[in-house]
Every structure is written in structure tokens, then in C-alpha cells.
């Protein structure tokens, strides 16, 4: 019997909240099923595992990144902001309930040296997707060194994710300006 869908979302709310605040490895999966009020019975119904738990999070998140990501290059004119649109989202984003102080995927990826295979599986799923569309993005802004900049803004997208926690007023701004100058180059 699967879990009712009102069900997995306090689930799934209460491990994210926790997952990504506490850290996983310390918070156990009692606590979460305090937070969701749900028994460990229906946990393992539905995930049978921790990791599980933690990788249907992740996803989940993926999902509501990639649409939040959507609506802020659908805002957009032009190629240019559209590609530039990733610091948009990611100032939306962090400010929802389960935007957190950082990213989810840096979290997760952080906690284990060597990640479990559904966990492995989320964050690479996140990093390759990101990836793709940034390189589809800048195809329309230069097609030549669309993998090239796809890459270095990458990299810029992290890098401000991480600096979410050592300044917790961060803000996009530096990060999308070190972005605006790579594509004015």
C-alpha cells in the first residue's frame, strides 16, 4: 500500500526541513517522523532507507528548482537575460520555505565521501541538468563557447551557493556580475 500523498508531503517537508538544516547524518529518522507525525511503518513503506528519504528530497527539490528556474527565464527578453535568469531563481528560490541557507545538493554531496548510490544519483542528476541548460542557454548567446561558459557559470553558481554559508545576507549580485563579465569576454 503506498503512502497517501498528504502523508509523504509532511514526510518529505520535515526531512528537508531537518535534512538541510541539521544535517543528515545528524538528524536521525525519528525526529523526522516526530516533525511529519508519522510512524516508521509508513516511512519505510514508501522509502526503505535513509538515503532513500534523503534522495526523494532531493528530488523533489530538483523539480521545484527547475520550475522556479523556468519562471525566471520566462521573464526574461532576452538571451542574454535568460542566461543570466539562474541568479534570479536562485534569489527566489532561497527565499521559500524549503530554500534553506544553502544548497540541498552541496549539502548532501558534502556529507558522505563516498554517497550512497540513490544520493550519488540526485546530486548528478542536479549538477547535469544544470549544466545542460545552462549550455543550452548560451548557445543562443554565443554557440562557440556555449559548453565553455555553461562551465564557468557553473561554477560561479556554486561558488555563490557556497558562500551562503559563510555570509547568510548573501545576495546573487557579485556572482551574477563575475557572470555578466564572462559574457561581455
Do not use: N
Amino acid at each position: 500500500m503506498p503512502i497517501r500523498a498528504s502523508t509523504e508531503a509532511r514526510l518529505l517537508d520535515a526531512a528537508d526541513e531537518l535534512f538541510f538544516s541539521r544535517g543528515i547524518a545528524a538528524t536521525p529518522v525519528d525526529a523526522v517522523l516526530a516533525r511529519a507525525g508519522v510512524s516508521a511503518a509508513t516511512l519505510y513503506r514508501g522509502y526503505p532507507s535513509k538515503e532513500a528519504l534523503v534522495a526523494a528530497v532531493l528530488e523533489r527539490r530538483h523539480r521545484v528548482w527547475l520550475e522556479e528556474w523556468d519562471r525566471a527565464i520566462a521573464a526574461q527578453e532576452s538571451h542574454e537575460g535568460r542566461l543570466l535568469a539562474v541568479f534570479d531563481a536562485l534569489d527566489t528560490f532561497r527565499a521559500r520555505p524549503i530554500g534553506s541557507r544553502w544548497c540541498a545538493f552541496l549539502g548532501a554531496a558534502a556529507e558522505y565521501a563516498d554517497a550512497p548510490a540513490e544520493i550519488a544519483r540526485a546530486a548528478r542528476q542536479d549538477t547535469d541538468t544544470m549544466r545542460a541548460r545552462l549550455a543550452g542557454l548560451a548557445a543562443a548567446v554565443d554557440a562557440r563557447r556555449a559548453d565553455e561558459l555553461a562551465d564557468q557559470l557553473l561554477l560561479v553558481v556554486t561558488g555563490d551557493l557556497a558562500m551562503r554559508l559563510r555570509s547568510p545576507g548573501h545576495t546573487t549580485a557579485t556572482a551574477r556580475s563575475v557572470a555578466a563579465a564572462l559574457l561581455a569576454r
